[in-house]
């Protein structure tokens, strides 16, 4: 089957993501659609902030080089470059203020890099732009206004509002990881229950955790309570109480770092250590969402993040169940708690749009909203679907942004479903809508997983006869996918 899909000069952009460990760089059309990623480790000497940061500027420099060199790119042929990076950072003068787990703190990275490579050069810091990502193309797309909730080592935020990302007078806004969350103030009532304790009367119980230091310096941060480090700690903290729990087994034997996958395995078989922490954990997610509500009320808040990622099956029914409950009436409007959409490439995603809008044509506004050449579709008899007079007559995917795309038969036990895996290819990337054509589609109902899949991204999908998939295809004005399935 050909892929086509025809590029103007001009139409692509490079996003980069400069993280403690790993950069990726990633070659992206200017309606989003990612064409290639290149990875490779941040160069270290002991630690990222030992390394030199002309020896972190060449990595940056020779990632794009890479990238674009095994796409037999040049950087003619590129619009714009998009960097993000973890601190705080003057979007509009290219300066990183600070970054306190990377070399990068006072280094003009936006105007060093653009005399580098010769191209227009944004730079932005990176949940800030994973979120203006999930806005252009993710979770919060179609919306004005979304918070990104990235839970990992720490968790940080972005804020979008009205289709850009709000920075704060310092630059240093969406610091949501460092709200406090348990007051660290002197308890009067201490004083007050020791009096009524030698009185013999009982004080009530408190089941908060003890306040622990975070990186930051203060006491009682939102991160200290439920980012990956803060539920190690408390693993490390049941286990070393002589609480029974696989969780060592399942990380390789050790506890000295915690994955989020051995986590997530560690919920599947009902740990009782991991579980409690885990939900714990989920809960006080829940109010952080809350706060955020009743602080900016925005349209959308996307989760995101490895243990987000990870643990999603577990973790958001709880999320839900803390916000459902809040108990201060609420003005109405349609709110959600979605689940990031674009996984890795959110970042890239949004350096892209970050710099797409310094250009004068951000992509979140409707008007610079470039939607993907999708191929027209003509239904024959036969159950034979014509494509530039070409027939398909064998399962194949449209993908987000109009190429097709194979797709393997399945399994005979369950010839007539779709599997999590068509869902995931044709979620990818980004769409409103995805569109399941079958001559057999009475009988298909999505599985439970599929559906939940969909629903926490806020992704529609209909199933229905070839013909019928067809016409919906060609006729719909909205970002889509289809999944074509032949008896
Ligand atoms: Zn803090």
Same mark, same amino acid.
């Given at each position: 089957?050909?892929?086509?899909?025809?590029?103007?000069?001009?139409?692509?952009?490079?996003?980069?993501?400069?993280? @403690?460990?790993?950069?990726?760089?990633?070659?992206?059309?200017?309606?989003?659609?990612?064409?290639?990623?290149? *990875?490779?480790?941040?160069?270290?000497?002991?630690?990222?902030?030992?390394?030199?940061?002309?020896?972190?500027?060449?990595?940056?420099?020779?990632? =794009?080089?890479?990238?674009?060199?095994?796409?037999?790119?040049?950087?003619?042929? &590129?619009?714009?470059? @998009?960097?993000?990076?973890?601190?705080?950072?003057?979007?509009?003068?290219?300066?990183?203020? #600070?970054?306190?787990?990377?070399?990068?703190?006072? +280094?003009?990275?936006?105007?060093?890099?653009?005399?580098?490579?010769? #191209?227009?050069?944004?730079?932005?810091?990176?949940?800030? %732009?994973?979120?203006?990502?999930?806005?252009?193309?993710?979770? @919060?797309?179609?919306?004005?206004?979304?918070?990104?909730?990235?839970?990992?080592?720490?968790?940080?935020?972005?804020?979008?509002?009205?289709?850009? #990302?709000?920075?704060?007078?310092?630059?240093?806004?969406?610091?949501?990881? $460092? =709200? =406090?969350?348990?007051?660290?103030?002197?308890?009067? *009532?201490?004083?007050?229950?020791?009096?009524? $304790?030698?009185?013999?009367?009982?004080?009530?119980?408190?089941?908060?955790?003890?306040?622990?230091?975070?990186?930051?310096?203060?006491?009682?941060?939102?991160?200290?309570?439920?980012?990956?480090?803060?539920?190690?700690?408390?693993?490390?903290?049941? #286990?070393?109480?002589?609480?029974?729990?696989?969780?060592?087994?399942?990380?390789?034997?050790?506890?000295?770092?915690?994955?989020?996958?051995?986590?997530?395995?560690?919920?599947?078989?009902?740990?009782?250590?991991?579980? !409690?922490?885990?939900?714990?954990?989920?809960?006080?997610?829940?109010?952080?969402?809350?706060? +955020?509500? $009743?602080?900016?009320?925005?349209?959308?808040?996307?989760?995101?993040?490895?243990?987000?990622?990870?643990?999603?099956?577990?973790?958001?029914?709880?999320?839900?169940?803390?916000?459902?409950?809040?108990?201060?009436?609420?003005? !109405?409007?349609?709110?959600? &708690?979605?689940?990031?959409?674009?996984?890795?490439?959110?970042?890239?995603?949004?350096?892209?749009?970050?710099?797409?809008?310094?250009?004068?044509?951000?992509? %979140?506004?409707?008007?610079?909203?470039?939607?993907?050449?999708?191929?027209?579709?003509?239904?024959?008899?036969?159950?034979? &679907?014509?494509?530039?007079?070409?027939?398909?007559?064998?399962?194949?995917?449209?993908?987000?942004?109009?190429?097709?795309?194979?797709?393997?038969?399945?399994?005979?036990?369950?010839?007539?479903?779709?599997?999590?895996?068509?869902?995931?290819?044709?979620?990818? @990337?980004? +769409?409103?809508?995805?569109?399941?054509?079958?001559?057999?589609?009475?009988?298909?109902?999505?599985?439970?997983?599929?559906?939940?899949?969909?629903?926490? *991204?806020?992704?529609?999908?209909?199933?229905?006869?070839?013909?019928?998939?067809? $016409? %919906?295809?060609?006729?719909?004005?909205?970002?889509?996918?289809? +999944?074509?399935?032949?008896?």
């Amino acid at each position: 089957m050909k892929r086509s899909l025809s590029q103007s000069r001009k139409n692509y952009y490079v996003g980069v993501d400069v993280g @403690g460990t790993k950069i990726q760089a990633s070659l992206i059309t200017g309606f989003g659609s990612v064409l290639a990623n290149y *990875r490779c480790e941040t160069p270290r000497n002991g630690s990222v902030c030992n390394s030199s940061v002309e020896t972190t500027l060449n990595a940056v420099e020779e990632s =794009i080089r890479i990238l674009l060199h095994d796409q037999n790119q040049t950087l003619d042929e &590129i619009a714009g470059i @998009g960097i993000a990076v973890p601190g705080v950072v003057q979007q509009e003068s290219g300066l990183v203020v #600070v970054t306190p787990n990377m070399n990068l703190s006072g +280094v003009e990275l936006g105007q060093m890099m653009k005399d580098r490579l010769g #191209v227009p050069v944004a730079i932005g810091n990176d949940c800030n %732009l994973g979120t203006l990502g999930e806005c252009w193309l993710g979770s @919060g797309r179609n919306t004005s206004s979304c918070v990104g909730i990235f839970v990992g080592t720490g968790i940080g935020a972005g804020i979008v509002f009205d289709n850009r #990302v709000l920075s704060g007078a310092g630059q240093a806004a969406g610091e949501i990881g $460092h =709200i =406090i969350s348990q007051i660290p103030c002197e308890n009067w *009532r201490k004083n007050i229950t020791a009096t009524k $304790h030698k009185q013999g009367i009982k004080s009530p119980k408190n089941s908060l955790p003890e306040l622990s230091r975070c990186g930051c310096g203060n006491y009682g941060c939102f991160e200290t309570f439920a980012s990956r480090t803060a539920m190690e700690r408390f693993i490390r903290e049941a #286990v070393d109480h002589g609480a029974k729990s696989v969780i060592a087994e399942l990380n390789g034997g050790s506890l000295d770092i915690i994955k989020s996958g051995a986590i997530a395995k560690a919920l599947k078989v009902n740990d009782k250590v991991v579980t !409690s922490i885990v939900r714990y954990a989920a809960q006080v997610i829940g109010y952080a969402c809350l706060t +955020v509500r $009743h602080l900016i009320d925005p349209e959308v808040i996307v989760l995101g993040g490895g243990v987000i990622e990870a643990c999603q099956k577990f973790m958001m029914p709880i999320i839900d169940a803390v916000v459902a409950n809040d108990q201060l009436p609420s003005a !109405s409007g349609k709110r959600r &708690i979605l689940v990031s959409s674009l996984g890795d490439n959110a970042v890239v995603l949004g350096a892209v749009a970050l710099v797409r809008s310094l250009n004068g044509s951000n992509p %979140l506004r409707k008007t610079h909203r470039i939607i993907p050449k999708y191929p027209q579709l003509h239904f024959m008899a036969e159950n034979v &679907i014509h494509i530039a007079d070409e027939p398909y007559a064998e399962d194949f995917f449209i993908l987000s942004d109009g190429m097709i795309q194979p797709r393997l038969k399945l399994p005979k036990k369950n010839i007539h479903g779709f599997r999590l895996k068509d869902i995931q290819t044709a979620a990818n @990337g980004g +769409v409103d809508l995805i569109i399941f054509g079958s001559p057999n589609a009475g009988e298909i109902a999505l599985s439970g997983k599929c559906h939940d899949y969909l629903f926490r *991204r806020g992704i529609d999908y209909r199933i229905l006869p070839l013909d019928e998939a067809v $016409h %919906l295809y060609n006729t719909v004005a909205v970002r889509r996918a289809a +999944v074509w399935h032949f008896a």
